[in-house]
């Protein structure tokens, strides 16, 4: 059974960062890319970064380039989001995903880590 669980996400100010985790249980981590999608109050679903299998090739969507890095360590089947220089906008519940390379597919999603950006 497929299994992601996030973590890390709270309440921050704007220009604030967080760090969210997802742990994967239930295939081989390695073997998959893996993704973030993220969807805010009162609007629809997000895609946000995308990250390949070994690591070695990273997607991001404009309204997160050069503030967000998506990271993985497979040895600990653990796949990250930094979140800096938070704006109100990113407001959501970011949710892990098998898949969510470059776009919203994928096969799998957690419960999600909810991130508030307010002042």
Same mark, same amino acid.
């Given at each position: 059974?497929? *299994?992601?669980?996030? #973590?890390?996400?709270?309440?921050? %100010?704007?220009?604030? #960062?967080? =760090?969210?985790?997802?742990? +994967?249980?239930? /295939?081989? /981590?390695? +073997?998959?890319?893996?993704?973030?999608?993220? *969807? +805010?109050?009162?609007? @629809?679903?997000?895609?946000? $970064?995308?990250? $390949?299998?070994? @690591?070695? !090739?990273?997607?991001? +969507? &404009?309204?997160?380039? @050069?503030?967000?890095?998506?990271? =993985? &360590?497979?040895?600990?089947? !653990?796949?990250?989001? %930094?979140?800096? #220089?938070?704006?109100?906008? &990113?407001?959501?519940?970011?949710?892990?995903?098998?898949?969510?390379?470059? &776009?919203?597919?994928?096969?799998?999603?957690?419960? @999600?880590? %909810?991130?508030?950006? $307010?002042?």
């Amino acid at each position: 059974e497929v *299994q992601l669980v996030e #973590s890390g996400g709270g309440l921050v %100010q704007p220009g604030g #960062s967080l =760090r969210l985790s997802c742990a +994967a249980n239930g /295939f081989t /981590f390695s +073997a998959y890319v893996m993704g973030w999608v993220r *969807q +805010a109050p009162g609007k @629809g679903l997000e895609w946000v $970064s995308g990250i $390949s299998g070994a @690591g070695g !090739t990273t997607n991001y +969507a &404009d309204s997160v380039k @050069g503030r967000f890095t998506i990271s =993985r &360590d497979n040895a600990k089947n !653990t796949l990250y989001l %930094q979140l800096n #220089s938070l704006k109100t906008e &990113d407001t959501a519940m970011y949710y892990c995903a098998r898949g969510a390379y470059r &776009d919203l597919s994928y096969a799998y999603r957690g419960l @999600g880590t %909810q991130v508030t950006v $307010s002042s």
